[in-house]
């Protein structure tokens, strides 16, 4: 009964231990995984950068694709992949509320519309008889 309770009692104090250097690895990967991306580093959230992006894109070329908002926004944050980019631009599109970028200062809704393979920006107007109009910028 002695020997059986060492035993335990050995097993408990190495599972104990193990636990302690997972918890510390943890918190390592934790403070890794915020570290790399702040918001207020980068101006706001990953979607707010990736519009933004577009729409400094589409002030310079009537015709953006997703590809030069790939390149272009990887020149900024290279912690982000091309897929995460891609996908972001396509959610953005379908969505029914404006994004709110911070254009020098200013706070600007805008929409983001896929036409084929290019994307344009649109500014949200206010509200008329409980629509939002849309005007091309």
Do not use: C, H
């Amino acid at each position: 009964m002695r020997q059986a309770w060492e035993l335990l009692s050995e097993e408990i104090a190495i599972l104990r231990e193990q636990l302690e250097m997972k918890e510390i690895s943890l918190k390592k990967l934790e403070s890794f995984i915020k570290e790399p991306y702040r918001k207020e580093q980068y101006g706001g959230s990953l979607t707010q950068s990736i519009v933004k992006v577009l729409y400094n894109l589409t002030r310079e070329n009537q015709v953006v694709t997703a590809k030069q908002v790939v390149k272009e926004f990887r020149k900024q944050r290279s912690d982000v992949n091309e897929s995460t980019i891609r996908s972001t631009l396509y959610q953005v599109s379908r969505k029914q509320k404006p994004t709110v970028i911070d254009v020098d200062g200013q706070k600007i809704p805008v929409y983001v519309i896929k036409n084929g393979p290019t994307y344009n920006i649109e500014i949200a107007n206010d509200q008329q008889e409980g629509f939002i109009a849309k005007a091309n910028i």
